[in-house]
């Protein structure tokens, strides 16, 4: 079944906003679920996402945790190739014009 057929059958049994709500709480739903489950079962956020980016087969970007004193993360960039590329050559732009200036 192809995205198409499958839309196509989803909406003979409900509206798109019935199927979207539903989608959206099963979403809701599963991370409760992985993020809150039993003590001693519970995944990190950060491994969430991490799983997700190799299912989409994405790639992340994180910065040098040896800059990090608490050892948090501060964030990371997650998408194509294309897409860090881009947002890291925009933060080299913009470094390089505060170092100019």
Do not use: C
Not at 71 to 79: A, S
């Amino acid at each position: 079944m192809n995205v198409k057929e499958l839309y196509d059958h989803i909406l003979k049994h409900m509206t798109a906003e019935q199927a979207l709500m539903k989608m959206l709480e099963g979403t809701v739903i599963e991370y409760k679920k992985l993020k809150f489950s039993d003590e001693g079962k519970e995944i990190h956020p950060e491994m969430l996402i991490v799983l997700a980016v190799m299912d989409r087969g994405w790639n992340m970007a994180i910065p040098d945790p040896k800059g990090m004193p608490d050892g948090e993360l501060p964030g990371m960039i997650v998408g194509t190739q294309e897409y860090i590329d881009d947002v890291l050559g925009h933060m080299d732009y913009a470094k390089k014009i505060k170092d100019e200036n």
